[in-house]
Structure formats: C-alpha cells, structure tokens
C-alpha cells in the first residue's frame, strides 16, 4: 500500500488511523495537515509582525580613578666618579617610585642626556670630577634642556663654595654634602623633585591665564 500524500492527509484529516496499513502514528507525525499547516503558518506571522527587537543599552565602560593608574617612577641620573657613591645610590634608589641610571664622568652623563633629555626628573651631580667637574657639566646641561632639576653633590664645600654659588645662581636646584648618608641623600632627592613639581604646576597656571 502506497504512503499518503500530504494533499490526502488534508482532505481526509479525520480518516481513522487504520485506514492508513501500515502506517502507525510514528510514522504519520511527520505528515502535517494541510490546514494545521496554514494555521502554524500564519500564527508565526501574527507573532513575527508584533514581536519587536529592543537593542540592548548601551553602557559606556567605567573610567579607571585615579588610583588605579600607577604613577611611573621618578627617573634619576647619578652622576659621580666615585664607585661607592654610585654603589649606595643604587641602594637607595632601587625604592618603589624610582629608577636609577648611574654614570661615572661628566661625559657620560651628557651622551646619556643628550640621547633623551627630557627622560630624567632629577640629575644628581658631582662637582669634583676629573677631565670634567660638575660646573662644567652643568652648563652643558643647562644648554640642552634649560629647567633641567640638578642636585649638586660635593665634599670640599670650602673650597668650591664660589663655584656652588655661581651654580646655584644659574638655576641649581640645591646641594648635598658628601659622604652622603642614606636617609639624607633620600630626603633631599625627593624634596628636590617635590619643588619640581610645584614649579611645573606654578608654570603651566601662568600660561593658563595669559592663554
């Protein structure tokens, strides 16, 4: 016996299931009458017409505070030809908010400088070296990069005070006496960057208002 078609099904939707042989209702649930069809057909589109689609809100993501940006550290060049100077400020330094370079002649601090003049917060600077003393580092210095923070490091005050105060009046930020004593040198560095920062703030306020 032949399986129905799907048109018989339509016109005899309400022929007995024996009628059919074989077929048993596994079989027969497949074949969907043709008015059930229609009926299926157009509920789907009744809902498909009323249905609307809401785009979900869209939420701009949360600014990170200020705290959750980590500073970069202070960036400090170290410059003297003593090898146990250099070797306590990298003792002192390695702290949390600071990255240290250490040079041991003036010459090396300004092939240091010059590749990147504006990389350093802070110069800490020796004033008795040989073939180039700090003054005359300095002045190099100061001719690259101009509001350049300089710390003057020396030990015979006395003898070059005339130095450290044509120095200090062509913009020296301050001076340390040597030998340098951890907390000391710590304390003088961070007050040094600290007067820095207001003098950048106190700048960048005037040329706001004259702006």
């Known amino acids: 016996?032949?399986?129905?078609?799907?048109?018989?099904?339509?016109?005899?939707?309400?022929?007995?299931?024996?009628?059919?042989?074989?077929?048993?209702?596994?079989?027969?649930?497949?074949?969907?009458?043709?008015?059930?069809?229609?009926?299926?057909?157009?509920?789907f589109q009744v809902m498909n017409n009323n249905s609307t689609?809401?785009?979900?809100?869209?939420?701009?993501?949360?600014?990170?505070?200020?705290?959750?940006?980590?500073?970069?550290?202070?960036?400090?060049?170290?410059?003297?030809?003593?090898?146990?100077?250099?070797?306590?400020?990298?003792?002192?330094?390695?702290?949390?908010?600071?990255?240290?370079?250490t040079t041991y002649s003036g010459f090396e601090c300004l092939e240091q400088f010059r590749v990147r003049p504006h990389w350093f917060d802070l110069i800490v600077l020796d004033l008795s070296m040989p073939f180039m003393d700090g003054e005359e580092t300095f002045r190099r210095l100061r001719a690259i990069r101009p509001n350049v923070p300089v710390l003057l490091s020396t030990g015979f005050f006395g003898q070059g005070q005339g130095r450290v105060e044509r120095m200090l009046a062509a913009g020296l930020a301050g001076f340390i006496r040597k030998p340098h004593r951890p907390d000391e040198l710590l304390a003088r560095v961070q007050l040094v960057l600290?007067?820095?920062?207001f003098s950048r703030v106190g700048c960048a306020?005037?040329?706001a208002s004259f702006a």
Not at 194 to 197: H, P, V
């Open 53 to 101: 689609y809401e785009k979900p809100a869209q939420t701009n993501p949360p600014k990170p505070s200020p705290r959750s940006v980590l500073a970069r550290p202070q960036r400090i060049l170290f410059v003297d030809d003593e090898p146990s100077a250099c070797a306590l400020a990298k003792r002192v330094f390695p702290e949390p908010g600071f990255e240290l370079t």
């Open 205 to 207: 306020a005037s040329d």
């Open 1 to 43: 016996m032949r399986a129905p078609k799907q048109s018989d099904l339509g016109r005899q939707n309400d022929k007995p299931l024996a009628d059919y042989g074989n077929y048993g209702p596994r079989h027969l649930s497949c074949f969907i009458p043709l008015k059930h069809w229609r009926l299926c057909r157009d509920n």
């Open 194 to 197: 600290e007067n820095a920062k």
